[in-house]
Each structure stands twice: as C-alpha cells, then as structure tokens.
C-alpha cells in the first residue's frame, strides 16, 4: 500500500512539475500553492529519511553544490540531478533546442523556465522509471518562480546554502576542470587566502586528476573570468532572493565551507546530523 502511493505520489510530482510551469504561466487565477490539487507527502523520520530526502543546494557558481551533492547523493543512494548537467547534456546531444542553449550558457546567462522544467520533469521521469525516491537537486530553483513552481508541487525537507568568499569562487571555477571521458570534476587552483579584516583565511588544496584523466581534461565554456563574474552578478540579482523565500521558511541551512574536502566533508556531515551514518557505512562496506 506505502509502495503504491509512493509510486502515485512520485507520477504526480513529475506531470505536476510541467502542468504547475504552464498553470503559473497561463492561468492569473491558479490556486494558491498550497491548495495545488497534488501533494508530494515527505516522508520524516531518521530510518527512513535517506532515500526519500528531497534536498535542495543552494549556492554561487564554483562553491562545490555539484561534489558535496554528489558525495551525498553516493552516501545516502538518492539521485543527485544537477540542472546544470541536464542543460550541458541537452548542448551535447546537438538536439533542436543545442544551439540556442549554447548561446545562453556561453554568456552566463539562465535558460528560460519552460525550459529548464522541460528538461527536469524529463529527468525526473526516467528517474521515476529506475524506482527513484528522493532526490537532492543542484542548480534549481535558481529563481523565486522556481522556486514558488517547485513549491506548488513537493515539500523540500531541506535547502542546505554553501558559501565561500567570491574572491575564493572565482579561482575556483578558474580552476576546474572535467574530464571528458570520465566526466570527473577536478581542480588545479592552489588556494591560499590569508585572514583579513576579522574573515578567517582559507586554504583549499588542488584536487588533482589521476593519470588516466590527465590527457582527456577540458574547460567549461562558462568558466572563463568575464563569464564567471556574470554568472556571480546573476547569481546575486535573481538567485540570491530564493536564499531568502526558504529562510523564511525555516528550511535553510547556512554552510559556511572551512576549506577543501577534506576539512569541509565531516564538518557538513555533522550539520546534518549524518556523521553516524557515514561510518555505518564505511563499516558495513
Ligand atoms: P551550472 O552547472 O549549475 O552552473 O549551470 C550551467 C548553466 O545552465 C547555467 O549558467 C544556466 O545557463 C543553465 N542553468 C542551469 N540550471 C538552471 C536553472 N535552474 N535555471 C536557468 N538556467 C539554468
């Protein structure tokens, strides 16, 4: 019975997902979010809480929303759906919609919603498909419509916001680099930013490439210096107020990274209470 509605709940969050866009878009007279006709049920509880979580990351371009949300996308076993990679893939496929994207993502611009949607109730499809749950989203909402569509048809249990100084955030994207047949993320920036004015300093080593990896490395088109510093200024003007819309909520989590991986990793397991979890499963590996 728990299986069938969960199975019913996750069909309606998708169809919902697109019919909620065209009802904000079409429809002045649409229901107030919390009357919308479906309702995602989150499902609390400590047991039961890590395949269903339905997280959200929030946070500048460069800050690591796409590592610690695929590091606990790993740990948890919840899909981790970054817009970000839906969008790269959709450029990669040289689909109908390619070669406008690349403009838009060329510039460091954000893809219209409809079709940001497109792409994520498709995902989310497939992801229904594969018996997913939960999910932990990176890169949406990125706006307050998002992030108000999104509302109108799942409860986000939590919203965790990663932050860095924005002089850290540019070496950072500066420095990234992807692999292009593993599609791992690496980062040849060496950070070392010395205490100032009461800020703490901090230091972020390299996170190299295996050898394997070396040759095949290549950089974002969007992680150029112009580029990052638009993408940093959209950020601030229109995905800044979403930080907003889910503390108002109780929903956000501040995070304040301390440094690289190794230092920030169980410093966030431990804001979410989850550092008895990683070693129940480092142990049962
Ligand atoms: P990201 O990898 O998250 O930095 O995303 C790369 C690019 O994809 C962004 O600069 C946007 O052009 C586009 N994009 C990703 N997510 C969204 C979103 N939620 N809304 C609009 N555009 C997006």
Redesign the pocket.
């Known amino acids: 019975m728990a299986a069938v509605s969960r199975v019913a709940t996750r069909a309606s969050f998708v169809s919902s997902l697109a019919r909620r866009y065209l009802s904000s878009e079409l429809n002045s007279h649409a229901p107030p979010h919390n009357s919308a006709p479906f309702r995602v049920v989150p499902t609390r509880g400590k047991d039961q809480m890590n395949s269903h979580v339905r997280w959200v990351f929030l946070g500048c371009?460069g800050v690591g929303?796409?590592t610690y949300a695929s590091r606990l996308s790993s740990l948890l076993g919840v899909p981790h759906i970054?817009?970000?990679?839906?969008?790269?893939e959709e450029l990669a496929s040289s689909g109908p919609l390619s070669s406008q994207?690349s403009e838009?993502?060329k510039q460091?611009?954000?893809?219209?919603?409809e079709?940001?949607i497109n792409l994520?109730s498709k995902r989310l499809v497939a992801g229904e498909a594969n018996g997913d749950l939960g999910f932990i989203l990176?890169?949406?909402?990125?706006?307050i419509k998002?992030a108000e569509i999104l509302e109108g048809v799942t409860d986000i249990d939590l919203v965790i916001n990663l932050r860095l100084p924005e002089n850290v955030l540019l070496e950072k994207c500066l420095g990234r680099r992807i692999c292009n047949q593993c599609g791992g993320n690496f980062n040849v920036a060496s950070i070392d930013i010395k205490a100032d004015n009461g800020s703490p300093g901090i230091v972020m080593a390299p996170l190299l490439p295996p050898t394997d990896c070396i040759t095949k490395l290549i950089t974002?088109s969007?992680d150029t210096e112009a580029v990052v510093k638009e993408?940093l200024r959209?950020y601030n003007e229109l995905s800044r107020p979403v930080e907003e819309f889910y503390r108002n909520r109780g929903k956000l989590l501040e995070f304040n990274l301390p440094g690289g991986i190794p230092e920030s990793w169980p410093k966030l397991l431990h804001a979410l209470n989850l550092d008895d979890y990683e070693d129940k499963h480092s142990a049962a590996g």
């Open positions: 371009p929303k796409g970054a817009t970000g990679d839906l969008v790269r994207l838009i993502v460091g611009q954000l893809v219209s919603d079709i940001i994520l990176d890169g949406f909402p990125r706006t998002q974002r969007d993408r959209i």
